[in-house]
């Protein structure tokens, strides 16, 4: 007889599993007035009634037959009547669950009977301990009623009311579970999750150590719906430590920090991906994790170490290229300046990504920072754009970088970024130097070059326009390599220093309030 486990409990309590078993137990005699579990409880349970990793002392039956079987009522020597109870088991659904039963009439089986066999009932410790003489001999000297019936003089019948929780299927799952008593084969009832997770609580009550182990195996491996392991995650309290271990390293990260290490370990296979096609697609997809991920600090963390990773590269690569020891006309010399070059081009481009990252997410702080110190690159930089080996290598390379310092500055002259004046200004006075490099020695400009660069003029001249007036006054002079021959096409120019002057003609402001 296997249960009916649709429209079952979907919410369960975490509580302590022993709590139900000091409550739900006592014998009676068929010849005298029913007691039933609920009337005993507040009897103490017995020692015996404890889960523990070890069951080697159960007894294990044989293959049932259909005498002396499950339900066998010729042959059995205890009767079990299951009723619904309105107290909730440990395991089951909260009050206000939208599946809780309050009136018996809204469950098919308010009330059943079943006859089974003591020593099978022992693979229970649940009834192994309720059939033992220890318990019987603690209900004598209570004086409680807890004789068996006598239907013969050498047979013994054992009567047990036991009180399920009134919610749909309740009896059907104990039933399931009691019928599972008698076979070592769990296979053909544990079939899929969701009938793992209605035995599993019973199995658990019942302290069915091989039916616990076997929904727990399970469980293991099977993949699970959202709201599967939400009830999963709801049970792991009751089950030991070693049979809730798998379980838990599925749901739960080993390390506080795994989230981030997992997002970190993506954004570099992402990079780094070399299939361009499928970069993009990953790109595109990290990028989403990104803006999805639960917490910005997190995302601010690894977008922040990825960053200072690709900026090393780059910088070290640069600085090997620049250093006299690599120059000379050998072979060897010129595919190590070769590869520096690339390796410059490659992890500058992974900064730009990284950037773009960082200002959709408003993380951007730490990077503007370290790219307004990087007085020693930025001079590196300046020598490279000098020399024309670069050009045949990887001629993009001005515009590459420039385009990560384009961004930064944009976001600075946005808003979206909130640098402090003294970056303000380092960002300027460093890379200021590098972009009149680059218009100066990239020839001929590309159109979407110069695009980049008057852009950058722009959000340079901006960023000017917010620091002290004698700091403005410093970098202004170093901006006129801006003008063109014709005064029009650099308006941005004209702005820029119509501002500063208007300033500047500015009655002093005077520090007393009384002058």
Request: charged share 25%; with cysteine.
């Amino acid at each position: 007889m296997m249960g009916n486990h649709t429209g079952g409990p979907k919410k369960r309590q975490r509580v302590n599993s022993s709590s139900r078993l000091s409550s739900t137990a006592a014998v009676i005699d068929s010849s005298r007035p029913e007691i039933t579990l609920t009337e005993a409880s507040h009897k103490p349970a017995p020692a015996t009634l404890r889960r523990s990793a070890s069951h080697s002392s159960l007894p294990t039956p044989s293959s049932s037959t259909s005498r002396g079987g499950f339900n066998d009522a010729a042959t059995a020597d205890v009767i079990l009547r299951l009723y619904l109870e309105k107290t909730p088991s440990p395991f089951d659904s909260s009050p206000d669950d939208s599946e809780s039963i309050s009136a018996v009439d809204s469950v098919d089986k308010p009330d059943v009977q079943v006859y089974l066999h003591s020593h099978v009932l022992a693979r229970s410790k649940y009834f192994a301990a309720l059939l033992s003489d220890r318990w019987q001999s603690y209900d004598s000297n209570t004086n409680t009623n807890t004789e068996a019936d006598c239907e013969s003089s050498d047979k013994k019948i054992h009567r047990f009311n036991f009180g399920v929780a009134a919610v749909t299927g309740s009896i059907d799952n104990h039933l399931t579970v009691l019928q599972l008593l008698y076979t070592n084969d769990f296979s053909n009832a544990i079939d899929s999750v969701s009938t793992a997770l209605y035995i599993l609580p019973v199995a658990l009550e019942l302290l069915f150590e091989d039916c616990v182990r076997s929904c727990v195996r399970f469980l293991e491996a099977v993949p699970w719906t959202e709201e599967e392991e939400r009830r999963v995650v709801s049970l792991i309290p009751f089950l030991s430590e070693e049979e809730s271990k798998e379980l838990l390293s599925r749901v739960s990260p080993l390390r506080n920090e795994l989230g981030e290490e997992m997002l970190y370990g993506l954004i570099l296979t992402a990079i780094h991906n070399y299939n361009q096609l499928n970069m993009a697609f990953a790109k595109a997809f990290v990028a989403k994790l990104l803006r999805d991920f639960s917490s910005k600090e997190s995302a601010r963390r690894v977008l922040d170490r990825a960053f200072e990773m690709s900026l090393k590269v780059v910088k070290e690569s640069l600085e090997e290229y620049s250093s006299p020891e690599f120059r000379g006309d050998h072979k060897e010399t010129e595919a190590i300046q070769r590869l520096n070059l690339h390796t410059a081009m490659t992890n500058g481009r992974h900064l730009v990504w990284l950037v773009e990252r960082m200002i959709e997410l408003r993380v951007a702080d730490m990077a503007v920072k370290e790219w307004s110190e990087l007085s020693a690159f930025t001079a590196d930089l300046q020598r490279a754009f000098r020399d024309d080996a670069w050009r045949n290598i990887v001629p993009a390379l001005p515009a590459v970088v420039m385009r990560t310092t384009s961004k930064l500055a944009n976001a600075i002259v946005a808003g979206h970024i909130l640098a402090p004046r003294q970056v303000r200004m380092k960002l300027v006075k460093d890379w200021l130097p590098v972009l009149i490099v680059c218009k100066e020695n990239v020839s001929p400009i590309m159109p979407n070059q110069k695009l980049l660069y008057v852009e950058l003029e722009e959000s340079f001249l901006k960023i000017i326009s917010t620091l002290p007036m004698l700091d403005a006054q410093e970098l202004l002079q170093q901006c006129l390599s801006f003008s063109t021959r014709n005064v029009d096409d650099c308006p941005h120019l004209v702005n820029a220093f119509n501002t500063w002057f208007r300033r500047a003609n500015r009655p002093q402001h005077s520090e007393n309030p009384g002058d």
